[in-house]
């Protein structure tokens, strides 16, 4: 089905008849603080609506897609995506610990502040995506790029990957200045050219990995 503007309540009410979305379109609806935890959503299409601090805990997106969509403030917890992609979002400051994701692509999305912690992250792909604070602690990365095409590269400036455990990682020409790496695994990462001034590797363990021409972990 196709929502539209003005038909915000119609897609809600399939959502608690059905139990989440299937093959449906949802274009300039605002649906701020939507509950959805616990919810399916397949071969949906999100665009251009507002789902901003809205409950998503818990819930399964598979092939779905998000583009210019408000989702800041919203609450992902333990969510399990894959083959999601998301172009032009708002995430600032979401929740999305312990998800499981695999197969997702964000492009030109802001994710300040957004907590990734504990998430487990498999070919994953940040593109031009500005990741300012954002917290990867204790979480799991495997084949993940972070690139940027613009003038400054990647901004995962003050980013905290603690305890997190990197394998396959591209971070190549990112700024990372102040992010903390403290206790991290990294293995095959590759951080040539990145910015790390005031990084802290404090008791972290690399292996086979590249970094910055003169950098000493």
Known sequence: M??????????????RDEGGFNGDRIE??????MFASGSDWL?????????????????????TTFAHTGLRKARLRGARMERVELYF???????????????????GCEAMNAVFSGAQLSVIRFEDTSLYRAKFDGALLVRVSFTDAKLGATSLE??????????????????????????????????????????DFTGATSIGCHFPAGFAT
């Open 2 to 15: 196709e929502f539209s503007e003005h038909q915000a309540p119609a897609a809600l009410q399939r959502l």
């Open 28 to 33: 300039s609806c605002a649906m701020p603080t």
């Open 43 to 63: 071969k949906t299409v999100v665009e251009k609506s507002d789902l901003a601090e809205g409950n998503l805990a818990g819930t399964r997106i598979r092939e």
């Open 89 to 107: 979002c708002d995430l600032n400051e979401i929740d999305a610990a312990q998800i499981s994701g695999k197969r997702l692509k964000l492009h």
């Open 158 to 199: 003050k980013a905290d990957f603690s305890g997190a455990r990197l394998v396959d990682v591209s971070l190549r020409g990112a700024n990372l200045m102040g992010a903390s790496f403290a206790r991290a695994i990294l293995i095959g990462v590759d951080l040539r050219d990145a910015a790390l001034a005031g990084a």
